[in-house]
């Protein structure tokens, strides 16, 4: 089993910053030491919608809606995750999620709210 708790999220003005962590923690993490985390975000009415990816050997990948603002870091040795946000927008407004593959299984967190005020 695996266990996913995110932090970060709040209320910030447009075009201020976050910082959203990720602590991954489980027996399956003793396991496998290869994995994919990342974050995903959803608005009400949306669909979920990939925010970035990083894989445990430093492979990056963003969604449309991070490019050029947002960038996702990981610390192995802490099992952890962030993502950094930058010049955040109204349309950010989401609860955003913490997700990890490993061993082909699907791992969520509960959820961080982030709102940003126009």
């Known amino acids: 089993q695996m266990q996913l708790v995110e932090s970060g999220g709040g209320l910030v003005q447009a075009g201020g910053s976050l910082r959203l962590s990720c602590v991954a923690s489980?027996?399956?993490?003793?396991?496998?030491?290869?994995?994919?985390m990342g974050w995903y975000r959803q608005a009400p009415g949306n669909q979920r919608e990939l925010v970035a990816t990083?894989?445990?050997?430093?492979?990056?990948s963003y969604g449309d809606c991070a490019k050029g603002r947002f960038t996702i870091s990981g610390d192995n040795a802490k099992n952890t995750v962030y993502l950094q946000m930058n010049s955040l927008k109204p349309e950010d407004t989401a609860v955003y999620y913490c997700?990890?593959?490993?061993?082909?299984?699907?791992?969520w967190g509960q959820g961080t709210q982030v709102t940003v005020s126009s």
């Open positions: 990083i894989h445990s050997g430093g492979m990056t």
């Open positions: 997700n990890a593959v490993i061993a082909k299984s699907n791992y």
């Open positions: 489980g027996s399956v993490l003793r396991v496998f030491s290869s994995n994919t």
